[in-house]
C-alpha cells in the first residue's frame, strides 16, 4: 500500500557512494515537487535535497550539499537520489515524498516535512567501516 518503490540502499563504507530509486506507484509525479528526507534513530525527520516539478530548481541541505545528487525522470515515474562521498552521520532511513499535484506543477520546492502527503516506506543506508 506505500505509494512509492524504492530502492538502492545498504550498507557501504565511508567515502562510498549509493543510489537511491524512488519510482511511484498509482499515481504520476510530473506535477509534484518530490523530496528525499532521513531519519536516524533518536532524530527527527529532516529534508535532504527536493527537486521542483520539471526539474527547474533543487535544493539541499547544508550537511550534503555537494555529496548528494537529486534528479527525476517524469517519463519514468521516478526520482533518484546520488549519495557520494558518504559519512557515518548520514546513516539513516531515507523516504522519497510527494508533494500534492497541483495543475502546471511548481517551479519550487521545499525542505519541509508537512509540505508532503505521499511517502515511501523508507529504505535503509548504513555507513559503516
Known amino acids: 500500500q506505500s505509494q512509492f518503490v524504492e530502492s538502492g540502499g545498504g550498507l557501504v563504507q565511508p567515502g562510498g557512494s549509493l543510489r537511491l530509486s524512488c519510482t511511484a506507484t498509482?499515481?504520476?509525479?510530473?506535477?509534484?515537487?518530490i523530496g528525499w528526507f532521513r531519519q536516524a534513530p533518536g532524530k527527527e525527520r529532516e529534508g535532504v535535497a527536493c527537486?521542483?516539478?520539471?526539474?527547474?530548481?533543487?535544493n539541499y541541505a547544508r550537511s550534503v550539499k555537494g555529496r548528494f545528487t537529486i534528479s527525476r525522470d517524469n517519463a519514468r515515474n521516478s526520482v533518484y537520489l546520488e549519495l557520494n562521498s558518504l559519512e557515518a552521520g548520514d546513516t539513516a532511513l531515507y523516504y522519497c515524498?510527494?508533494?500534492?499535484?497541483?495543475?502546471?506543477?511548481?517551479?519550487?520546492?521545499?525542505?519541509?516535512?508537512?509540505?508532503?502527503?505521499?511517502w515511501g516506506q523508507g529504505i535503509q543506508v548504513t555507513v559503516s567501516a
Open positions: 515524498a510527494a508533494e500534492r499535484g497541483r495543475d502546471g506543477g511548481s517551479r519550487h520546492c521545499w525542505l519541509e516535512v508537512a509540505a508532503y502527503v505521499y
Open positions: 498509482g499515481f504520476t509525479l510530473d506535477n509534484s515537487p
Open positions: 527537486i521542483s516539478s520539471r526539474g527547474e530548481n533543487t
